[in-house]
C-alpha cells in the first residue's frame, strides 16, 4: 500500500510560480503515475494533468496546458506539480494521486491513493 | 469533454435509510477494451477523496458492503443501503476512459 506525502502550505503573489512535491513510500515508483487534482475552496474536484512514473510522459488538461509542469525524480521517489503564473482564482488545495503507468488503455489501478493536499494560497 | 452529471446535489438522509446518488456522462464511458472506466469517491471535510469503488461496480478494500454501486454506458448509481453517521460527505463520480478525466460536481450527503 503505497503512501504519498505532500510538501507544506505556501502562500504566493500573483504572477509567481509554485512547485508542490509527492513523495511516494512504495519503492516501486517507477511502476505507476500520478495525477495531480485541485479544489478550490468550497468547490468540486479539477483533474489537472498525469504523469507517468515510468518514462514521464505526460497528459495535461486543455485549461492548464502551458501553465503547469508535472515531472517526477525516480531517485527520490518524488513526483512534482509547478504551476506558472498564478492567479487569485489558482487558490486551492492541490492532491497528487497514484495512477496508471501508461497513457493508453486497458488501466489497471487508478486514484486509489491520495496525497493529504497542499493549500496553495494566492494573494497579493 | 465528457461532462458528468450528478443528482441529487445536495442529499439530506435520515440515519438507517437509504440513498442513491445518480451520475450521467455525455458519451458513453464503455471503452474500446472493454472496461467501463466510472469510479465514485466520498470526500468527508478536511480529508482527500477516497475511492469507494472502481469499474462501475468494484468496491475497493475495506469499504463497508452498506455500499454498491451499478450502471452502464452513460447511467451510474451509488447507493448506500442504510446510512450511517460516518457517511456524511461528498460524493463524486469520476471518469477514466477517456481524457481528460473528468469528475462530478458533487453530491453533498448529509444527515436529516
Known amino acids: 500500500q503505497v503512501q504519498l506525502v505532500q510538501s507544506g502550505a505556501e502562500v504566493k503573489k500573483p504572477g509567481a510560480s509554485v512547485k508542490v512535491s509527492c513523495k511516494a513510500s512504495?519503492?516501486?515508483?517507477?511502476?505507476?503515475?500520478f495525477s495531480w487534482v485541485r479544489q478550490a475552496p468550497g468547490q468540486g474536484l479539477e483533474w489537472m494533468g498525469w504523469?507517468?512514473?515510468?518514462?514521464?510522459?505526460?497528459n495535461y488538461a486543455r485549461e492548464f496546458q502551458g501553465r503547469v509542469i508535472l515531472t517526477t525524480d525516480t531517485s527520490t521517489k518524488t513526483a512534482y506539480m509547478e504551476l506558472r503564473s498564478l492567479r487569485s482564482d489558482d487558490t486551492a488545495v492541490y492532491y497528487c494521486?497514484?495512477?496508471?503507468?501508461?497513457?493508453?488503455?486497458?488501466?489497471?489501478?487508478?486514484?486509489?491513493?491520495w496525497g493529504q493536499g497542499t493549500l496553495v494560497t494566492v494573494s497579493s | 469533454d465528457v461532462v458528468m452529471t450528478q443528482s441529487p446535489l445536495s442529499l439530506p438522509v435520515t440515519l438507517g435509510q437509504p440513498a442513491s446518488i445518480s451520475c450521467r456522462s455525455s458519451?458513453?464511458?464503455?471503452?474500446?477494451?472493454?472496461?467501463?472506466?466510472l469510479n465514485w469517491f466520498q470526500q468527508r471535510s478536511g480529508q482527500p477523496p477516497r475511492r469507494l469503488i472502481y469499474?462501475?461496480?468494484t468496491r475497493d478494500s475495506g469499504v463497508p458492503d452498506r455500499f454498491s454501486a451499478s450502471g452502464s454506458g452513460t447511467d451510474f448509481t451509488l447507493k448506500i443501503s442504510r446510512v450511517e453517521a460516518e457517511d456524511v460527505g461528498v460524493y463524486y463520480c469520476?471518469?477514466?476512459?477517456?481524457?481528460?478525466?473528468?469528475f462530478g460536481q458533487g453530491t453533498k450527503l448529509e444527515i436529516k
Open positions: 494521486a497514484k495512477d496508471r503507468i501508461l497513457r493508453r488503455w486497458p488501466v489497471v489501478d487508478s486514484l486509489g491513493y
Open positions: 512504495e519503492h516501486t515508483f517507477d511502476s505507476y503515475g
Open positions: 504523469i507517468s512514473g515510468y518514462d514521464g510522459d505526460t
Open positions: 458519451q458513453s464511458l464503455v471503452h474500446s477494451d472493454g472496461n467501463t472506466y
Open positions: 469499474k462501475v461496480s
Open positions: 469520476m471518469q477514466g476512459t477517456h481524457w481528460p478525466y473528468t
